[in-house]
């Protein structure tokens, strides 16, 4: 590909680029974490269509600095190698000049050999900020590669607050207005997800043939193509059952029978794939046994946008999975930085779950437990003994419910549980 060809490519990008500013960026959480002094490259994983490249451009822009950039998921520059990254290199300091301190590289893993460019350049005190759709092919790459030189930052489908941002939800007033509106949001982010690009759009079969499109790059361009798989169509049922059976037990002999594979090993190397691409998140179950851990995980889905925008999906609305789900990826958003891990907690058939168990290494920081209602005394009951039971075992006193009604705090044995309105929680409590 010759200079000129690549200069208009380039060219192409950045007016396609100027065409996203806005005055009005929803602010995410994640823009808190990128460390602006260190000359780490600043990576940026996540599910397709999150908001990777416009989180990237929002906190460069709003930063002021001078940068160039390059989307290297552009069919155009499907072709290009490691040796061709140089002059790809002269093209962008052609286009945006030579001063430029600050490189924007989105979707980069697309090109293999890439870490050696990117190492080459942190070398040279470049700043580097670098996204991707799959955590493997980039931590694995970069840990080894830049030893250490990178600040990862996980960028999850919008949360709930920033969705009542974005739709001008006022989160604060005491009016019953305003309350009302704040619980109708709630109910469209558990129908349709954070997902950026699907909250405008209104029409159902529109919803469904972007999110049934967004599922299929996943499995064949973010997966079948990667790692050379031969049949997509297991790859594909897989997918899709998971998703239909959010916040389920993995049980990987059924899907073997649904994707008509003989290997376990195939269909477990397949799940680890879909969780790669961050289509869905394995949570494991809180054990001191390794092997406890590592086989007995549930299955969550990114977003529960993904649930019902699907052909086939007879799921019936089901907000108390939904629920959960969300209650999920919004612990993974608030303490995946902090380096604390999240589990579920059964430690037998005969003993009662806890949905979510909040650790620090070894130490549980918060056991949470997730009810669409509480009203009925049955499902309080459960609930509470619950949490009571597992705070005995786990010696922990941070007893969290959310649900859909009055937040207020409940007293049992001797330890005090704090029940949240979801609309509080997720605004932050």
């Known amino acids: 590909m010759t200079t ?41 994983i996540g599910v397709r269509r999150s908001g990777k490249s416009t989180l990237c451009h929002k906190v460069l822009t709003e930063h002021g600095v001078k940068y160039g950039y390059i989307n290297f998921d552009d069919d155009r520059l499907a072709s290009i190698g490691t040796n061709d990254l140089n002059t790809l290199l002269e093209c962008t300091y052609q286009l945006y000049g030579t001063d430029i301190h600050y490189l924007f590289f989105d979707e980069i893993q697309n090109v293999e050999g890439w870490h050696l460019f990117v190492n080459r350049l942190l070398r040279q005190g470049l700043h580097i900020f670098l996204t991707g759709s799959n955590a493997k ?72 043939t972007y999110v049934e499109g967004l599922i299929e790059t996943i499995i064949v361009k973010d997966i079948a193509q990667r790692y ?66 590592i086989t007995e995980e549930k299955a969550y889905v990114i977003d529960t946008g993904f649930i019902a925008n699907r052909e086939n999906a007879l799921l019936g609305e089901n907000y108390g999975w939904r629920l959960e789900n969300a209650v999920l990826i919004e612990l993974q958003r608030r303490y995946h930085s902090a380096a604390e891990d999240i589990y579920y907690y059964k430690p037998s058939s005969r003993q009662k779950e806890v949905d979510f168990v909040v650790c620090r290494q070894s130490k549980v ?65």
Not at 32 to 40: K, T
């Open 4 to 44: 000129n060809n690549l200069i208009q490519i380039l060219a192409d990008q950045q007016s396609e680029m100027l065409s996203t500013y806005s005055d009005e960026w929803t602010p995410r959480y994640e823009e808190n974490l990128f460390e602006w002094d260190s000359r780490m490259a600043q990576v940026v």
């Open 137 to 208: 092919l980039l931590s694995s790459e970069l840990a080894t590669h830049l030893t250490g030189r990178y600040v990862e930052i996980r960028l999850y489908p919008m949360s709930y607050s920033e969705l009542c941002h974005l739709k001008g939800v006022d989160m604060k007033a005491l009016t019953t207005k305003a309350n009302a509106a704040r619980k109708i949001a709630l109910t469209e982010y558990l129908s349709e997800g954070g997902m950026p690009e699907l909250q405008n759009l209104h029409n159902p079969q529109n919803r469904r």
């Open 228 to 293: 050379k798989i031969r049949n997509p169509e297991a790859l594909r049922r897989i997918a899709h059952h998971l998703v239909n059976n959010t916040c389920q037990t993995i049980n990987y002999p059924t899907l073997a029978d649904i994707a008509q594979i003989g290997s376990i090993t195939t269909v477990q190397k397949y799940v680890s794939y879909l969780a790669q691409a961050f289509l869905i998140h394995k949570l494991q179950k809180f054990s001191f046994k390794s092997r406890e851990r």
């Open 365 to 429: 920081l918060e056991l949470i437990q997730v009810a669409y209602s509480m009203s009925h005394e049955k499902t309080a009951k459960r609930e509470t003994d619950s949490l009571i039971q597992a705070a005995e075992k786990l010696g922990c006193n941070n007893l969290t419910i959310i649900t859909t009604e009055e937040s207020k705090d409940i007293t049992i044995n001797g330890y005090t549980i704090h029940v949240y309105d979801a609309v509080e929680w997720f605004g932050g409590k």
